[in-house]
Each structure stands twice: as C-alpha cells, then as structure tokens.
C-alpha cells in the first residue's frame, strides 16, 4: 500500500494546531497519522475531523517519550511496515530532530522547512537566498521526507471515518544517547515559531523592561513577543526571543514589529508572514517598505493605546 504518514505533535492532550496544517497540505492522500507513545484516543476525534484515515499509534520497548533516537526508529519501523511513499511532518524543534534521524536510517533525502508540498508530483517550495526566493525542487526519492513551516498552510476541516492501528515497533534503543533530566520552559508562553500572531521589539523598545508593555499587548490577542537581533545584541532580551537569519523563522498570520528597523536579515526570518503591520517613528524605516499597514509613531504611545482598544 502507498500511503502518507505525518508525524503528530501532541501538547497538553490536543493536537498541535501546526500538525492539523501539516495534515491539510497532504490534502487528497491517505492519510496515516502517526503518534508516539500518547494515548491516541484522546486525539481521535480531532484528527479524523482533518483527514485522517488511520491513527498509527506507534510504541516500542524503552522510553519512547525521551529518546529522539529511539522515536526516530521506530517511525521509519512504521514507515516499512506500512510502505509509506511520503512522511510530513512539522520544521518544530521535534521535527528538526527526528526528520533528520529518519531520513539517515531510511537513506532518503530531507527537505525542511518547506512553504508547500505537492506529494503527487513529489515537489516541494522552499525559501531561498534569505527570503529573497522561492524554489520549487523535484525530489527523486522512495519515500518523500519533507517539514513544513508552522502556518504556512492553513488548517482545513476534512472529515474522515478514522480508526486507530496498534503499531509496537521492532526496535531497541541504540544506547547513543542518555538522557540526565528533562527541563520544561516555566509559564505558558506561547512559541514563537508556532504562534499564529508575533509581536516584536526592535532596538527601539529601549530596556528589557519595556518588553512588559509588548507583553501585554500579546496577551490580548495571543501572541508570542519576538525581539530583532538589535534589540537582542543590546541585552534587551535572550537569543531564544530572536526573529531573523541568526534567529528564529517564524510565519505567523499577523506579524506586528515595534520600532523594528527592517534590516534585510530580519526580513528573512519572518518574510512568509500574511500581513505584517509596522510601527517606526522614522518614516523612511526599511520595514515600511516591506509592510502591509505601516503606522509613523511613537510605540510607547501607539502600543498602550493598541493594547487599551483591544
């Protein structure tokens, strides 16, 4: 059989709102869902809402939740058992660290982070030269490994009569890597990488304490607050906030830059956003170049008044 399996992100229970996207770009296939571990009943409703013909809960001996090595062996296990011809997945932190796995073991090409797939004629569209380009690259391959960027594809209802396959995969755990101690980020931030709305800061915001005003705003629309490479370099905020070339690519349905100058590598990180709103007191700011809506102002006015409406 020929089938297309993506790789399910779970978090708190709920399906990943970035998987459902990753389930809607394989649109038109039969569609094998793979989760790892999880109790996958929790997760059946939503995923056969968005297409899933076939749950593969995938288990195996060991602690499968922990080792990227062993998870990884065990979905290209499933990916044999079940003859997949293609396996999508997420450009998460996940999805960087089992797609890699995965396609050594199967001896496959990888494409990631990718903006669009079309798994009929084995194509992918990629972002190239910082943003400036796409590609559109043919991949010659047995079976199609390919992620894609968070909200590049909007998620689409497409109910499915599903049911749930048992899969215990025929691995062990290669012993490479130990895992010491698991350490979760505190509180509920959002990620940036996933986050359907980023608000950032650039050199402008000042202080790492007028991040807090940022903050606010975001918390009002749910978004995740993002920082330029200037503002991080400046000490305002960590690296892990970062959006730009030596940062974070995010794609988020609104981007929203406060006192971002616009810089070409900036631009890269965040280009495939679908509307992006400047505010700069300098109107000749590069970034009103590249904007949607731009807003000549002060964003320790125009940001509190933002926040107060919303």
Same mark, same amino acid.
């Given at each position: 059989m020929a089938g297309t399996g993506i790789l399910i992100e779970i978090e708190n229970n709920m399906v990943k709102e970035a998987s459902l996207g990753v389930m809607t770009?394989?649109?038109?296939?039969?569609? %094998?869902?793979?989760?790892?571990?999880?109790?996958?009943?929790?997760?059946?409703?939503?995923?056969?809402? %968005?297409?899933?013909?076939?749950?593969?809960h995938i288990t195996a001996p060991g602690n499968l939740s922990a080792n990227p090595d062993l998870q990884a062996l065990a979905v290209a296990d499933a990916v044999k058992e079940y003859q997949l011809d293609t396996l999508l997945g997420t450009a998460s932190a996940m999805g960087k660290d089992m797609f890699a796995r995965i396609a050594a073991i199967l001896e496959e090409p990888?494409?990631?982070?990718?903006?669009?797939?079309?798994?009929?004629?084995?194509?992918?569209?990629?972002?190239?030269?910082?943003?400036?380009?796409?590609?559109?690259?043919?991949?010659?391959?047995?079976?199609?490994?390919?992620?894609l960027r968070p909200n590049?594809?909007?998620?689409?209802?497409?109910?499915?009569?599903?049911?749930?396959?048992?899969?215990?995969?025929?691995?062990?755990?290669?012993?490479?890597?130990?895992?010491?101690?698991?350490?979760?980020?505190?509180?509920?931030?959002l990620d940036l990488t996933e986050a359907?709305?980023?608000?950032?800061?650039?050199?402008?915001?000042?202080?790492?304490?007028? %991040?807090?005003?940022l903050e606010a705003c975001a918390q009002k629309i749910g978004a995740a607050v993002g920082a330029s490479r200037a503002a991080v370099d400046a000490g305002y905020a960590p690296h892990s906030m970062q959006v730009g070339q030596t940062g974070k690519t995010v794609s988020p349905k609104l981007y929203i830059a406060c006192g971002v100058s616009g810089?070409?590598?900036?631009?890269?990180?965040?280009?495939?956003s679908k509307?992006?709103?400047?505010?700069?007191?300098?109107?000749?700011?590069?970034?009103?170049?590249?904007?949607?809506y731009g807003i000549i102002g002060d964003i320790f006015k125009i940001i509190p008044a933002l926040t107060e409406k919303l």
């Open positions: 770009a394989a649109k038109g296939q039969e569609k %094998y869902a793979l989760v790892l571990g999880q109790e996958a009943s929790s997760v059946k409703e939503k995923l056969g809402e %968005y297409g899933a013909a076939h749950i593969l990888l494409v990631s982070d990718c903006v669009a797939v079309n798994i009929k004629d084995r194509t992918v569209k990629k972002s190239h030269f910082s943003g400036k380009t796409f590609a559109t690259l043919k991949i010659n391959c047995s079976c199609l490994l390919c992620t590049s594809t909007e998620p689409e209802p497409s109910p499915t009569a599903c049911d749930i396959i048992e899969f215990e995969a025929r691995v062990a755990d290669p012993g490479l890597i130990k895992i010491v101690e698991t350490r979760k980020a505190g509180g509920a931030r359907p709305i980023v608000i950032t800061g650039g050199r402008a915001i000042k202080s790492a304490e007028n %991040y807090k005003m810089a070409v590598q900036h631009f890269a990180g965040m280009k495939t509307v992006i709103v400047a505010i700069n007191e300098d109107k000749d700011a590069p970034i009103f170049s590249k904007c949607d």
